[in-house]
Structure formats: structure tokens, C-alpha cells
């Protein structure tokens, strides 16, 4: 099966940049068959949807939150997602989860397979 595996994840300062990467395998695997989403979650808080991307990368959608600060990416040859994180605000503070999943969308119940998470902190 599909195996995700998020990196790039750490401290940085309000207003500083932080770009996560998503390395996808597993198997007789075709990662431009799958939609990729990035979602987060903050302690005693939900899974939240940050953004998603098709499988082409030619369609992407973005939370209200981070229209305008965040980027989503992917590179088919490589077999990887991005999601590049500018003016970065405390509350951005969360566990990263990176997703793959048959069709891309904002909810979670579009993706089977999920990455550990990688823990972005954004200090004031």
C-alpha cells in the first residue's frame, strides 16, 4: 500500500517560512493516480483541511486561513507533495498530516492513506 512520509517540520518565528515535504511509496505505486491533501491538528483540536491539490496539479484549493500564505505543490516525477508555509502566525501551530487519496477534496474522508505528521510551532 501507499506510504507517506512528511519531513521539513520544526520552529520558526511569527512572519518566517517553513516548507514541508511529502515523499510518497509503497509497492507498484503511480503517484500521479492520487490527490494529495495537507491537513493539521492542534492538541484538543480536529483535523483541519489546509489545502489540496489534483492529480495533474492543475486544480487547488486552499482554507481560508491560509489563502494567500500557503502553497501547495507536487511533482509527479518525484513522487512528491509540498506545502510551502510563508508568514507563518502562531496559530499555524499544529501537527502536519500529509494525505493521498483516489480523488483530491477538502475532507478528510477523500483520502486513504496518511502520513505520521510532521510538528510545526510558530513562536510570537
Known amino acids: 500500500q501507499v506510504q507517506l512520509v512528511e519531513s521539513g517540520g520544526g520552529l520558526v518565528q511569527a512572519g518566517g517560512s517553513l516548507r514541508l515535504s511529502c515523499a510518497a511509496s509503497g509497492g507498484i505505486f503511480t503517484f500521479s493516480m492520487y490527490g494529495m491533501g495537507w491537513f493539521r491538528q492542534a492538541p484538543g483540536k480536529g483535523r483541519e483541511f489546509v489545502a489540496t491539490?489534483?492529480?495533474?496539479?492543475?486544480?487547488?484549493y486552499y482554507a481560508d486561513s491560509v489563502k494567500g500564505r500557503f502553497t501547495i505543490s507536487r511533482d509527479n516525477a518525484k513522487s512528491a507533495a509540498y506545502l510551502q508555509m510563508n508568514s507563518l502566525k502562531p496559530e499555524d501551530t499544529a501537527r502536519y498530516y500529509c494525505?493521498?487519496?483516489?480523488?483530491?477534496?477538502?475532507?478528510?474522508?477523500?483520502?486513504?492513506?496518511w502520513g505520521q505528521g510532521a510538528q510545526v510551532t510558530v513562536s510570537s
Open positions: 491539490i489534483a492529480k495533474s496539479g492543475a486544480t487547488t
Open positions: 494525505a493521498a487519496g483516489r480523488i483530491f477534496g477538502i475532507s478528510s474522508n477523500n483520502y486513504d492513506y
